[in-house]
Structure formats: structure tokens, C-alpha cells
């Protein structure tokens, strides 16, 4: 029995719910034996849900298959919170979004992102958060994420223990 080869992961990042351009795939995947057009039909398919935003997605290539999967930035998890609606990227750059997050949403994408952040505590993570809802344009509670900030910092808010 052939021993299985170690896995290789590429990590790429496409547009939600298109087909990528499969001379674009074909310099990363075909080194691995794999189809550029497979690949790229897969990725559709995976970043369905997130279609209209630019998402990270994570190939995880053994004996030569290929395992799509999604990894949304915290970007991409607020959008998604918003269920705004999907912008033509390719006619409309650097859109600054307008919506008003709950607090609870904004605790929800913070214990999605959790893996992923620098934060020894939640409440850390919360506050990364924050800062990417500032830059997207969005504001939490109907105040800005800096003034929840602030709040968190002097003990008015509470963020709950993971």
C-alpha cells in the first residue's frame, strides 16, 4: 500500500459565488496535478453564501483531490450580519457601507473570529471587532464602535466571559 502524501494547503481569495479565472488557478493548482476548472467551479460553489464579497478560501490538496473551505474575514462575517445586498466589485470600488450591528452581533462575529485573534480575552477580540466595523462605515447600537470602546474600557459595557 503507497503511503499518503502529506497535505498541501493554498489559500486564495476569489469572489463569492463567480467562477475564478482558471488561468489565474492554473499557476497554484496544476503544479499539483489538479484541474483549473474543477477547482474553480468548486470554488463557486463553496463561496455561495457569500456572494458579491471578496472571501479567503482555503485548499487543502491530498493525493491529488482537493477540499474546499471558506475562511470569512471579520470583514466579511459583518456583512454577512447585515444581510446587505451583494455590490457589482468589478464596477463599484472601496464602498463604504452604512448599518446599524447589535451589540449581540458584534459578540457573535467576535466568538466566530476568536480562533484567529491576538486577544488573551474575549473582550479583546470584541474590540478588534469594533475597529472593523469602524473602518467598513457601520455603527453599533446607533453609536460609533469607538464610543462602545470607550464604554467597554471604563466597565459601562459588559462583555460576557467566553
Known amino acids: 500500500m503507497q503511503p499518503k502524501e502529506l497535505p498541501k494547503i493554498i489559500y486564495l481569495r476569489c469572489v463569492g459565488g463567480e467562477l475564478a479565472a482558471p488561468a489565474i488557478l492554473a499557476?497554484?493548482?496544476?503544479v499539483h496535478g489538479l484541474s483549473p476548472k474543477q477547482i474553480s467551479a468548486d470554488l463557486a460553489v463553496a463561496t455561495q453564501d457569500w456572494k458579491g464579497q471578496t472571501v479567503t478560501c482555503k485548499?487543502?490538496?491530498?493525493?491529488?483531490?482537493?477540499?474546499?473551505?471558506v475562511v470569512p474575514s471579520a470583514s466579511n462575517l459583518l456583512l454577512k450580519e447585515l444581510?446587505?445586498?451583494p455590490n457589482d466589485l468589478k464596477k463599484i470600488k472601496n464602498v463604504r457601507q452604512k448599518?446599524?450591528?447589535q451589540f449581540d452581533q458584534v459578540?457573535?462575529?467576535?466568538?466566530?473570529?476568536r480562533s484567529r485573534?491576538?486577544?488573551?480575552?474575549?473582550?479583546?477580540?470584541?474590540?478588534e471587532i469594533l475597529?472593523?466595523?469602524?473602518?467598513?462605515g457601520f455603527t453599533v447600537n446607533g453609536q460609533t464602535p469607538h464610543d462602545i470602546c470607550d464604554q467597554i474600557n471604563t466597565g459601562e459595557l459588559k462583555v460576557p466571559e467566553e
Open 59 to 69: 485548499l487543502t490538496i491530498q493525493n491529488k483531490v482537493a477540499k474546499v473551505e
Open 117 to 127: 485573534s491576538m486577544a488573551k480575552k474575549l473582550e479583546g477580540t470584541v474590540k
Open 83 to 85: 444581510n446587505l445586498s
Open 99 to 101: 448599518g446599524n450591528l
Open 107 to 113: 459578540i457573535d462575529v467576535a466568538r466566530q473570529m
Open 131 to 136: 475597529g472593523t466595523a469602524q473602518h467598513i
Open 27 to 30: 499557476r497554484k493548482v496544476g
